[in-house]
Structures are given as structure tokens and as C-alpha cells.
């Protein structure tokens, strides 16, 4: 009985709190909403560059006229069967400043189509399902089977950084080689036709693509948990108070914090590192300075946000909750397991709000693809942007706390 006591009073002072309240309402909702909208999405605008050297023509066979040439045009065939929502597609006249593109991060993949290309689809496609009546010229001929030769296919160059992206680029550019074939009613399948060099050469595991956002979600937990929760608990228990009072200013109350919780910060993100690459093996091709000033950036961030949120925090439950509730959205949308391609547009922005998205990808860039400081510039900047921002507004903070105090 002394227990349920003891729980209708806890129930009743929750009922009396209504930030609790809210809280308590809205965490399950958002984390369903944003759960359900950002995994649901399909690919969208991904960076595609086409060099197209297919001159369109096929010499074939017939019974009735000998050798006569088609016009097919059967790369601009597929061409128009690539979904404009999915790929944001831009032509190029050479094949090797296109691949290389793909290299240097500016596009997801590339795709060069021979200048046979048309030939040699229908060598194979008459090679496959023999002879074929079509109209020539105002007449029926029938194409003969020609001698089977070794086909010059396309060359797609991706980039399979990604082990969650590169397998919905190779479905959406197969669906639009089966869709050209089907037309040719031909017995090929589109892997026939691709010649698919990945720039990784699969040694990306999904592990590894996860790795860095894991470690910047750890990073994001731990910090933003452990100032917030300390600095409510030295509020409520008087020691915040009594330094604020002393002669010190309020933007020296805000560096020391940030001083002390990003040095334990630092020691728990190298112990993170460690431990990955140890037991794990995860990918790190980066430099560690590279990667130690990407985390020394995203965690003076947090210490603002944290300082922000311990001044609308009564106590540290209340802490706890406003914690979870940048945490929830934090991980879903800022593509720790969900690339951002694949959200729809409308939780996209969502994800440009958070820092672990620009930490994210900074340390991505950073640990698989060996990126140095100019590959993560806009990352960085951002990053310290918010670094700036969040310090400021948590000096704010402070000096309010020591007003009131």
C-alpha cells in the first residue's frame, strides 16, 4: 500500500507539471511521425552525369535486302526512361572527366554509353530471340541473327560510399535499362548492359557508413546529457548560484563549462574511436586532426544547447526529457541510418537544423572517403557556426541565471 502511496503522489506531481505533460504527449507522437515519414522516402535529386558517345545506328542482316542500318537511338532510349524525381542528370562530352567526377564527391555516379552502343544491343537482342520481323522503308524484312561478338556494354561509375544509397541508384537505373529492353523485346537482363565499377569497390560496410554517425549521436547523448543534467543539479543544489553571485563574469562561468565538458567530451569521443577500430575494425582513412577539430566544433555546439536547455529545466527529470526530445528527432533525420536522399522534402529541413547532420557528414567525408579539411569546408563552417552561436546564446543564459540568482 506505502508503494502506491508512494506512486500516486509521483503520478500527481507529474499531472501537476505541465511541461512534463507535454512532454510526455508529444515525445511518442513525434518520434512516430518523424520514424515513419524520413524511412519512407525514395531516393530524390541524386547527381547523375551522361556521356553519351552513341552514334544511334545498327547494321543488321535481313533476308530480303542484305545489310541495311537502323536508326535505334537506344541510349537516348534509356535516357528517357530515367525518372527526372530521382536523378538530377547532366551531360558531359568526356568520359574520363566524368568518371573522375565521381571521385572528387561532385556526383553519385556516371554513365558512358559507347558509340556502338546501339549495335551491339541489337547484336545480343538478335543473338538471344533470333529472328525478328520489323518494318524497313515501308516493308517487312526480317532481321537475321548476326555472329556473336563480345559487346562493348556501358560503364557506370559509382559511388558506393553509401552501402544504403548505392543498391536504390543501381535499382533505379536498372528498372530504366529493363523498361528500354522491354520495348526491343529482348531476352537481356540489364545487367548485361552495365559495366558497374564501384568506386570503393564494396570495401564500405554498412558498419562503417553507420560508424561515424553512431559515434557523433554518442557524442551528442553524452554532452548534451551530462552538462545539462550538472548544470541543473549545481542550480538546484545552491553552487551555481553562489558562483554567479561571486566576481566573475557570466561569459566566464559559460568558457569554464565549456572548457570542462568538452575535455570529457574529447576523452570519451578518443575512447569511442579506439574501441570502434579495435574490436571493429570501422574504416578511418582521415586524418585525426581533421577529425578532432570536426568534434571539438560539434561539441561546443552541444554545450550551448545544453546550457539553453538547463535554463527552462526546473529539475533534472525535466532535463532528462527536453534531452531526448533534440535527441529523437536529432537521430532520425540527420542521416545516421537513413540517408538524407532518401527523405521527402518536407523532413529535410528538419535535418539542416541539427548539428549532428553537418557532423555527420563531415566525419563520413572524413573517415571513408580520406576528404582533407577543403573536402569538409562548408561541414566546418557550419559547425562552427553553431559552435559561435550556441556560446553566445549560452553566455546569455548564464548571465540571465546570474540576474535572477
Given at each position: 500500500?506505502?508503494?502506491?502511496?508512494?506512486?500516486?503522489?509521483?503520478?500527481?506531481?507529474?499531472?501537476?507539471?505541465?511541461?512534463?505533460?507535454?512532454?510526455?504527449?508529444?515525445?511518442?507522437?513525434?518520434?512516430?511521425?518523424?520514424?515513419?515519414?524520413?524511412?519512407?522516402?525514395?531516393?530524390?535529386?541524386?547527381?547523375?552525369?551522361?556521356?553519351?558517345?552513341?552514334?544511334?545506328?545498327?547494321?543488321?542482316?535481313?533476308?530480303?535486302?542484305?545489310?541495311?542500318?537502323?536508326?535505334?537511338?537506344?541510349?537516348?532510349?534509356?535516357?528517357?526512361?530515367?525518372?527526372?524525381?530521382?536523378?538530377?542528370?547532366?551531360?558531359?562530352?568526356?568520359?574520363?572527366?566524368?568518371?573522375?567526377?565521381?571521385?572528387?564527391?561532385?556526383?553519385?555516379?556516371?554513365?558512358?554509353?559507347?558509340?556502338?552502343?546501339?549495335?551491339?544491343?541489337?547484336?545480343?537482342?538478335?543473338?538471344?530471340?533470333?529472328?525478328?520481323?520489323?518494318?524497313?522503308?515501308?516493308?517487312?524484312?526480317?532481321?537475321?541473327?548476326?555472329?556473336e561478338s563480345q559487346m562493348p556494354i556501358?560503364?557506370?561509375?559509382?559511388?558506393?560510399?553509401?552501402?544504403?544509397?548505392?543498391?536504390?541508384?543501381?535499382?533505379?537505373?536498372?528498372?530504366?535499362?529493363?523498361?528500354?529492353?522491354?520495348?526491343?523485346?529482348?531476352?537481356?537482363?540489364?545487367?548485361?548492359?552495365?559495366?558497374?565499377?564501384?568506386?570503393?569497390?564494396g570495401k564500405i560496410r554498412t558498419l562503417?557508413?553507420?560508424?561515424?554517425?553512431?559515434?557523433?549521436?554518442?557524442?551528442?547523448?553524452?554532452?548534451?546529457?551530462?552538462?545539462?543534467?550538472?548544470?541543473?543539479?549545481?542550480?538546484?543544489?545552491?553552487?551555481?548560484?553562489?558562483?554567479?553571485?561571486?566576481?566573475?563574469?557570466?561569459?566566464?562561468?559559460?568558457?569554464?563549462?565549456?572548457?570542462?565538458?568538452?575535455?570529457?567530451?574529447?576523452?570519451?569521443?578518443?575512447?569511442?574511436?579506439?574501441?570502434?577500430?579495435?574490436?571493429?575494425?570501422?574504416?578511418?582513412?582521415?586524418?585525426?586532426?581533421?577529425?578532432?577539430?570536426?568534434?571539438?566544433?560539434?561539441?561546443?555546439?552541444?554545450?550551448?544547447?545544453?546550457?539553453?536547455?538547463?535554463?527552462?529545466?526546473?529539475?533534472?527529470?525535466?532535463?532528462?526529457?527536453?534531452?531526448?526530445?533534440?535527441?529523437?528527432?536529432?537521430?532520425?533525420?540527420?542521416?545516421?541510418?537513413?540517408?538524407?536522399?532518401?527523405?521527402?522534402?518536407?523532413?529535410?529541413?528538419?535535418?539542416?537544423?541539427?548539428?549532428?547532420?553537418?557532423?555527420?557528414?563531415?566525419?563520413?567525408?572524413?573517415?571513408?572517403?580520406?576528404?582533407?579539411?577543403?573536402?569538409?569546408?562548408?561541414?566546418?563552417?557550419?559547425?562552427?557556426?553553431?559552435?559561435?552561436?550556441?556560446?553566445?546564446?549560452?553566455?546569455?543564459?548564464?548571465?540571465?541565471?546570474?540576474?535572477?540568482?
Open positions: 500500500m506505502k508503494s502506491f502511496v508512494i506512486a500516486a503522489n509521483i503520478l500527481r506531481r507529474i499531472g501537476q507539471d505541465r511541461r512534463t505533460l507535454v512532454l510526455i504527449a508529444v515525445l511518442p507522437l513525434l518520434f512516430v511521425l518523424l520514424y515513419g515519414y524520413s524511412f519512407s522516402g525514395e531516393p530524390q535529386n541524386l547527381k547523375l552525369t551522361i556521356v553519351n558517345q552513341d552514334n544511334g545506328l545498327a547494321s543488321v542482316k535481313t533476308a530480303e535486302l542484305g545489310r541495311v542500318t537502323l536508326s535505334l537511338f537506344l541510349a537516348e532510349a534509356f535516357i528517357e526512361q530515367l525518372n527526372p524525381t530521382t536523378f538530377d542528370i547532366t551531360f558531359a562530352d568526356d568520359a574520363d572527366a566524368a568518371i573522375a567526377g565521381v571521385g572528387r564527391g561532385e556526383v553519385v555516379a556516371a554513365l558512358v554509353f559507347p558509340q556502338y552502343f546501339s549495335q551491339q544491343v541489337t547484336n545480343e537482342v538478335l543473338r538471344r530471340v533470333g529472328e525478328r520481323t520489323v518494318t524497313y522503308e515501308g516493308r517487312s524484312v526480317r532481321l537475321l541473327p548476326g555472329e556501358a560503364t557506370l561509375r559509382l559511388d558506393d560510399s553509401n552501402p544504403l544509397l548505392a543498391p536504390a541508384i543501381l535499382q533505379a537505373l536498372n528498372a530504366a535499362l529493363s523498361a528500354m529492353l522491354s520495348q526491343q523485346q529482348a531476352a537481356l537482363e540489364p545487367e548485361n548492359l552495365l559495366d558497374v565499377q564501384l568506386l570503393y569497390e562503417d557508413y553507420t560508424a561515424p554517425g553512431i559515434i557523433g549521436f554518442a557524442i551528442t547523448l553524452i554532452t548534451v546529457m551530462l552538462t545539462a543534467i550538472s548544470i541543473v543539479r549545481e542550480r538546484t543544489g545552491g553552487t551555481l548560484t553562489r558562483l554567479l553571485i561571486a566576481p566573475v563574469h557570466a561569459w566566464e562561468v559559460t568558457f569554464g563549462y565549456t572548457l570542462a565538458f568538452t575535455s570529457v567530451g574529447l576523452l570519451q569521443v578518443a575512447e569511442l574511436f579506439l574501441l570502434s577500430v579495435l574490436l571493429f575494425g570501422i574504416r578511418f582513412a582521415g586524418a585525426p586532426g581533421s577529425v578532432a577539430l570536426v568534434i571539438i566544433l560539434f561539441t561546443i555546439a552541444l554545450q550551448g544547447i545544453a546550457t539553453l536547455l538547463s535554463t527552462i529545466a526546473k529539475n533534472e527529470f525535466q532535463a532528462m526529457q527536453f534531452v531526448l526530445f533534440i535527441l529523437i528527432p536529432s537521430i532520425i533525420v540527420s542521416g545516421v541510418f537513413w540517408p538524407l536522399e532518401m527523405m521527402p522534402p518536407a523532413i529535410r529541413p528538419l535535418a539542416y537544423l541539427s548539428p549532428l547532420t553537418y557532423a555527420n557528414g563531415a566525419l563520413r567525408k572524413l573517415m571513408l572517403a580520406a576528404k582533407g579539411l577543403s573536402g569538409v569546408a562548408f561541414e566546418v563552417g557550419v559547425l562552427a557556426g553553431f559552435a559561435v552561436v550556441m556560446l553566445v546564446l549560452g553566455i546569455v543564459s548564464m548571465r540571465r541565471q546570474a540576474h535572477s540568482a
